[in-house]
């Protein structure tokens, strides 16, 4: 079992920075996939960011790449997402997953509550 809990979301102008962590409990967080997707109101869930146990492998969705950083502190067991010149199209909840011995892009069985990011113009 894995519980995971979002911290660090909140209002930001457009331009600003955010960055999200993620805690997590269990014996397997070492081991896990990490990853960030996010719900904005009235679209599907999307995969935002993942990486690897071992934090040697990260990938972003095309709408990221460049302005944010997924990065993990195995030692601290959290994983932490930096979002920097934010839009107002990032505006949604974000939330925290994990998959025991899987891939960056594999299924995600274990979720966080989600924290909301919210961006203005």
């Known amino acids: 079992q894995v519980q995971l809990e979002e911290s660090g979301g909140g209002l930001v102008q457009a331009g600003g920075s955010l960055r999200l962590s993620c805690a997590a409990s269990g014996r397997t967080f070492s081991r896990s996939a990490m990853a960030w997707f996010r719900r904005a109101p009235g679209k599907a869930r999307e995969f935002v960011s993942g990486?690897?146990?071992?934090?040697?492998?990260?990938d972003y969705a095309d709408s990221v790449k460049g302005r944010f950083t997924i990065s993990r502190d195995n030692a601290k067991n959290t994983v932490y997402l930096q979002m920097n010149s934010l839009k107002p199209e990032d505006t949604a909840v974000y939330y925290c997953a994990a998959d025991p011995f899987g891939a960056v892009r594999g299924s995600y069985n274990y979720w966080g509550q989600g924290t909301q990011v919210t961006v203005s113009s």
């Open positions: 990486i690897s146990w071992s934090g040697g492998r990260t």
